[in-house]
């Protein structure tokens, strides 16, 4: 599998909460609790707002949570404020040494 | 603080190689694996591999080995990226990231400013 799977656009209004899916397969997602996302706005460098599946580093808002259930793990982003909108991607690790990233979504907020 | 700086914008034409170099600040240079990522114009983002800067070791993603080649120089804490012959495909901009230490799985806490390398006759 080249990439991992998800929706290419999603979107909210302000205040709202919007998921985004992130599908693989038992050889990534299903295997290891290693999903990080990733929040890029274009022209910057991407951030890290989840990893290990659910945990989020220091500064980044609660109002960014992630989960997982088998091969699919899901994003989720409460009470959107207009500086969400960006691309979001999804990773895992893949055989324990290589990365695959997700194809990404962009998340518009209305 | 942590800083990855990255060199300038490339234009390059099909059958050439490129070089982008990636320095980092702020932190032991040797006590973290630099990994390589890249997007092409209107896609997403595409893992190319890493290198350990104490070691000298790589591990290139299956699509890239054999056309990828990094390398450091300790003295300038600085990792290389060589592209092998360019195509119009590998038009790009590619990202120097520093994983994180102690976290399951490979994470990035700090991304260079990209590169962009443009491939055109």
């Known amino acids: 599998q080249s990439t991992l799977t998800q929706p290419p656009s999603a979107s909210g209004s302000p205040g709202q909460s919007v998921t985004i899916s992130c599908t693989g397969s038992?050889?990534?997602?299903?295997?290891?609790?290693?999903v990080s996302w990733y929040q890029h706005h274009p022209g910057k460098a991407p951030k890290l707002i989840i990893f290990e599946v659910t945990k989020r580093p220091s500064g980044v808002p609660e109002r960014f949570s992630g989960s997982k259930s088998g091969n699919t793990a899901s994003l989720t982003v409460s009470g959107l404020q207009a500086d969400d909108e960006a691309f979001y991607y999804c990773?895992?690790?893949?055989?324990?040494?290589?990365?695959?990233f997700g194809g990404g979504t962009k998340l518009t907020v209305l | 603080q942590v800083k990855l700086v990255q060199s300038g914008a490339e234009v390059k034409k099909p059958g050439a190689s490129a070089k982008v170099s990636c320095t980092a600040s702020g932190y032991i240079f040797t006590d973290y694996y630099i990994h390589w990522v890249r997007q092409a114009p209107g896609h997403g983002l595409e893992y190319m591999g890493w290198?350990?800067?104490?070691?000298?070791?790589?591990n290139y993603a299956q699509k890239f080995q054999g056309w990828v080649t990094m390398t450091r120089d300790t003295s300038i804490s600085a990792v290389y990226l060589e592209l092998g012959s360019l195509k119009s495909d590998d038009t790009a901009v590619y990202y120097c990231?520093?994983?994180?230490?102690?976290?399951?799985?490979?994470?990035?806490?700090?991304w260079g400013q990209g590169t962009l390398v443009s491939v055109s006759s």
């Open positions: 990231a520093r994983e994180i230490l102690g976290v399951a799985g490979i994470t990035f806490d700090t």
């Open positions: 290198i350990n800067p104490k070691s000298g070791g790589t």
């Open positions: 038992s050889s990534d997602i299903g295997r290891y609790n290693h």
């Open positions: 990773a895992s690790d893949v055989d324990s040494v290589d990365l695959i």
